[in-house]
């Protein structure tokens, strides 16, 4: 029998605060929580999501960016969705084999 067999689940809530977006935060705590079995999510705060440049390009209709889903730039960073494998290089992303 293992240790906390027959337990039921515990819940812990932990709260990042600061930059933490662009730099493959989610994904390296979704593999560290892999490893050791632990299940659950990692989210953004909605608000956060995306950069006040961002929001601005994908908000005018005069900009190319204009509702395009994957825009990401290196103040917000990626989807955690295009991301393959750190470091987040266009390389380890989903829009890879798209010519620039």
Request: net charge positive.
């Amino acid at each position: 029998m293992t240790e906390g067999a027959g337990r039921g689940a515990e819940n812990l809530s932990i709260r990042v605060r600061g930059v933490v977006q662009g730099v493959g935060f989610r994904l390296a705590v979704w593999r560290i929580a892999k490893r050791l079995g632990l299940c659950g999510e990692v989210l953004n705060d909605s608000e956060g999501a995306l950069c006040p440049d961002c929001l601005a390009d994908i908000r005018d209709p005069e900009n190319r960016r204009f509702r395009y889903p994957f825009t990401n730039c290196t103040h917000c960073g990626p989807g955690l969705s295009i991301v393959r494998a750190i470091p987040y290089d266009r390389a380890n992303t989903s829009m890879a084999p798209f010519v620039m």
